[in-house]
């Protein structure tokens, strides 16, 4: 059973920062293909950022173009996702996932690719 461990969610103010971070098996870790996807109530899940083995290759949704930075270091085991200039409307729930097979880039941001899934972190912002 594979565990990937989210946190760094939390309320603040539109146009505050907050990192996520997400553990994961330290065997595996730098051979997976991950991302970030989010999902507010009512809403489907969408997908926010992903990223390849060796963060050659990134990926991101429109909507978090230029304000979010996902990023992983493989020694750690650890992927992030820098979130600056928030908006109300990046109020969800944050997931991390991972999937050992190739992903093609243009593939990163959907959720059905992805095998493995973390619990997910809260993150709220108030206008």
């Known amino acids: 059973q594979v565990q990937l461990m989210e946190s760094g969610g939390g309320s603040v103010q539109a146009g505050g920062s907050l990192r996520l971070s997400c553990v994961g098996p330290g065997n595996m870790f730098s051979t997976w293909f991950m991302g970030w996807f989010r999902q507010a109530p009512g809403k489907e899940r969408e997908g926010v950022a992903g990223?390849?083995?060796?963060?050659?290759?990134?990926q991101y949704a429109e909507s978090v173009k230029g304000r979010f930075t996902i990023s992983r270091d493989n020694a750690k085991n650890t992927l992030y996702l820098q979130m600056n200039s928030l908006k109300p409307e990046d109020t969800a729930m944050y997931y991390c996932a991972a999937d050992p097979n190739w992903i093609l880039s243009s593939w990163l941001l959907r959720d059905a690719k992805y095998s493995y899934w973390g619990q997910g972190t809260q993150v709220t912002v108030s206008s």
């Open positions: 990223i390849d083995l060796g963060s050659i290759t990134t």
